[in-house]
């Protein structure tokens, strides 16, 4: 069982370039969502889905694309990639139950815009 | 909008003590959850100790352990008879109940365990 995978795990990018962060998981979760890490703070929300073709917006959208065509896969796209957007990126996946329940998160992608 | 609040940037323990972490939040819900997360120096997020809001009594994990003071807004997490592998940075995170998907996070508390 791989949980959630992030690749690529290290990424350097031109201003302006653009590039997809793959994330999947294979534990049939309905939610997924991507975090960005950036100095001295917590982990800040970027999009979200709760299920397969239905994504929404979180606290700092700006600047990404999503998409969920699967259960399993949730990329996020960087449409022309800005020093700003430099942070490590973190993809997660959940489940409901009525006990609760638990947030997943992949080892992480570093990516440097310079 | 929930916030997320860790007052203590560092704090450092001599390996075998007890450290307490703290965390306070604002929220105007009532049915909620609240996590700590240990991100060791690989980055990694990982799941340490969990608490519902509706449950009053603490929540333990081995040598992790909770006070969660609802009428307070407070929850603190204390680590018993600290180890080397301890050492890492700690958050705080707040989910609503109704919204699987999303986690708050505090800024966080990097610990660091001495020999």
């Known amino acids: 069982n791989a949980g959630v995978t992030q690749t690529p795990k290290f990424q350097v990018l031109k201003t302006g370039q653009s590039m997809t962060l793959q994330c999947a998981q294979d534990?049939?979760?309905?939610?997924m969502s991507w975090y960005r890490q950036d100095p001295g703070m917590g982990l800040r929300l970027i999009h979200y889905?709760?299920?397969?073709?239905?994504?929404d917006q979180g606290e700092v959208p700006n600047g990404y694309n999503v998409s969920r065509s699967t259960t399993e896969d949730f990329p996020l796209r960087l449409l022309s990639a800005a020093p700003s957007q430099t942070s490590v990126y973190f993809c997660?996946?959940?489940?409901?139950?009525?006990?609760?329940?638990?947030?997943?998160f992949g080892e992480g992608s570093w990516l440097t815009v310079v | 909008a929930q916030t997320v609040t860790q007052s203590q940037p560092e704090m450092s323990v001599q390996e075998a003590e007890t450290v307490t972490l703290s965390c306070t939040y604002d929220?105007?819900?009532?049915?909620?959850?609240l996590f700590w997360y240990k991100q060791p120096p690989s980055r990694q997020m990982i799941l340490v100790i969990r608490?519902?809001?509706?449950?009053?009594q603490n929540a333990t994990e081995n040598r992790f352990s909770v006070n969660f003071q609802k009428a307070a807004k407070s929850f603190s997490l204390k680590i018993s008879d600290s180890q080397l592998g301890d050492t890492a940075m700690y958050f705080c995170?707040?989910?609503?109940?109704?919204?699987?998907?999303?986690?708050?996070f505090g800024k966080g508390t990097l610990l660091t365990v001495n020999p």
């Open positions: 608490q519902e809001a509706y449950k009053q």
């Open positions: 534990m049939n979760h309905e939610y």
């Open positions: 995170a707040y989910n609503s109940g109704g919204s699987n998907y999303k986690l708050t």
């Open positions: 889905s709760v299920g397969a073709g239905i994504t």
């Open positions: 997660a996946s959940s489940y409901s139950t009525g006990g609760g329940y638990t947030i997943y």
């Open positions: 929220t105007s819900e009532n049915n909620y959850y």
